[in-house]
């Protein structure tokens, strides 16, 4: 009756939560199955739904049924779960206090039925997205190999959307501190298996990997950097970056932009010449983020040291796309990047034209620069448009 009732119905299921907690110690296993049903689809119609069961005890009932050796009851009780850890304000210390984590990894570790293990991980999504005493608390019970080594058995096409929240839950460890990013990448299967996601034929699987590659490629460590080099994601980005559609593309860009956004060093392993035709079609958008990640995909690119950049941008047609972006972005700052790019690197000649400007003290091998025309050292340029490398919470948070 809770799910997707009027706000009455919601009123009058509510009103029968302490009978439906009741029939969690039944001996009848069905009636405990739709009972655990019954009080997910009432959590899940909102926050005051969810702290009202919390209220009333739902938890310990609910958490003891991990326990149990019927697995559809257990991928039952982890829906249910996983909606009572949902949301603003969801308070996950209480079930953490409530004894939540060593049943819920159990089944991380010793299930093989993809369905309980993915359910079990939208539990896990659902407490990584919350604060990072929670995180810490699942990391130091070794939850990432747990999250890591159903990947590869989640291959199949009737399988493939089962890893989303695998994938989710390892993403929103990614967004935390770095030393969470450090973790993921010296697990051992863990870049393997990302290499493979992020090349899946189903769109979901390869959306949400390419946003946890993102985070990865944040990181500010440079042998955690190096070890996603060497694993092959910069020819596979590159691709996905000008060959899929805006949405999937976008993803594949924030990892290249995070790469060469740590230097010099970094920009020039980028093969800019397969990439920037791509990017100035960001330009030509009318979508924000897209011209936002386009134009500092070309102010790294000039400030790269690579002596040709301007040329290549010139030949590519780059002066028109950042003339449209002057004339036609509404954005304040996507306007003044744009110009602060063209005023720096192009120069008029006598027909009126731009053209590439000599820039002195172009950066030498090791990425120094007494360069005068280099932007973006610090990041902005006092502009809003985009900080020098972003990590990005998921919206796990507030769905």
């Known amino acids: 009756m809770a799910a997707g009732g009027s706000p009455e119905l919601c009123e009058a299921a509510l009103n029968t939560a302490p009978h439906l907690i009741q029939f969690l110690d039944s001996q009848n296993v069905a009636l405990v199955d739709q009972s655990a049903w019954a009080l997910g689809n009432i959590a899940a119609e909102g926050p ?35 909606n009572l850890a949902r949301g603003e304000g969801a308070n996950h210390d209480a079930l953490v206090k409530a004894g939540l984590l060593p049943p819920l990894l159990n089944h991380l570790r010793v299930d093989t039925d993809p369905a309980v293990i993915s359910e079990a991980a939208w539990v896990v999504v659902y407490l990584t997205s919350g604060p990072d005493n929670v995180s810490t608390q699942l990391l130091e019970h070794k939850l990432i190999p747990l999250l890591v080594a159903p990947l590869n058995d989640f291959g199949g096409l009737d399988k493939k959307a089962l890893a989303i929240p695998l994938i989710r839950a390892l993403g929103n460890i990614a967004s935390g501190p770095d030393n969470n990013t450090a973790a993921l990448v010296h697990e051992p299967e863990f870049l393997p298996s990302m290499l493979r996601l992020i090349q899946s034929d ?32 910069i020819p596979v980005l590159s691709q996905i970056a000008t060959h899929q559609n805006f949405d999937i593309r976008k993803e594949a860009a924030y990892s ?18 397969e990439l920037l035709p791509g990017f100035l079609d960001f330009l030509r958008t009318q979508d ?9 995909y070309v102010q790294l690119l000039l400030n790269s040291g690579i002596p040709d950049a301007p040329a290549m941008l010139s030949e590519m047609n780059g002066v028109d796309a950042l003339e449209a972006v002057v004339i036609l972005s509404d954005d304040r700052d996507q306007h003044r990047l744009a110009s602060l790019l063209m005023d720096t690197f192009f120069g008029e000649n006598n027909q009126g034209s731009r053209v590439p400007t000599p820039i002195p003290g172009t950066p030498d091998a090791s990425g120094f620069s007494g360069n005068p025309h280099s932007l973006g050292e610090g990041g902005n340029n006092g502009t809003n448009l985009p900080p020098q490398y972003l990590k990005r919470a998921s919206l796990s948070a507030a769905v």
């Open 48 to 82: 005051k739904f969810r702290d009202r069961l919390k209220d009333i005890g739902v938890l310990p009932p609910l958490i003891k049924l991990l326990e149990s050796k019927d697995l559809n009851l257990v991928q039952t009780v982890c829906f249910a779960l996983s």
């Open 202 to 233: 189903c769109r979901p699987v390869k959306k949400e990997s390419l946003w946890l590659m993102s985070n990865i490629t944040a990181d500010e460590t440079d042998t955690d950097l190096a070890k996603v080099i060497d694993a092959g994601f």
């Open 256 to 273: 290249l932009i995070n790469l060469a956004s740590h230097g010099p060093e970094y920009a020039k392993v980028l093969p800019h010449r």
């Open 288 to 296: 924000y983020e897209l011209i936002s990640l386009g134009l500092r």
